[in-house]
């Protein structure tokens, strides 16, 4: 059973930087993409950004371009989310994902693992 652990989220003021890990395991972890979606009360889950586990070629929503970076580190099974800048529209419940299928896909369905999500919120 493959499992995503998310850490780093919590409370930091509009400008701030905050760097969210995923911690992936299983007996046989075999992602083809990960990604970071976010998801806010009362919004559907949305994607922020992807990337392809062989390559590392990224995708980001247009809302975080510049200021996000998604990265991975193949030996340790691990996501990261860097976010720079911080908003307070980026106040949300961030959840890491894996897909078996598909390397770059924006939609969450095309995920067949999740995370439990950690709370990011942005004050003013």
């Known amino acids: 059973q493959v499992q995503l652990v998310e850490s780093g989220g919590g409370l930091v003021h509009t400008g701030d930087s905050l760097t969210l890990a995923c911690a992936a395991s299983?007996?046989?972890?075999?992602?083809?993409?990960m990604g970071w979606f976010r998801q806010a009360p009362g919004l559907e889950r949305q994607y922020v950004a992807v990337?392809?586990?062989?390559?590392?070629?990224?995708y980001y929503e247009d809302s975080v371009k510049d200021r996000f970076t998604i990265s991975r580190d193949d030996a340790k099974n691990m996501l990261y989310l860097e976010m720079n800048n911080l908003k307070p529209e980026d106040s949300a419940v961030y959840y890491c994902a894996a897909s078996t299928q598909f390397t770059l896909s924006p939609i969450s369905k095309n995920y067949d693992y999740w995370g439990q999500g950690t709370q990011v919120t942005v004050s003013t």
């Open positions: 299983g007996p046989t972890f075999r992602a083809r993409g």
């Open positions: 990337i392809s586990w062989i390559g590392g070629n990224t």
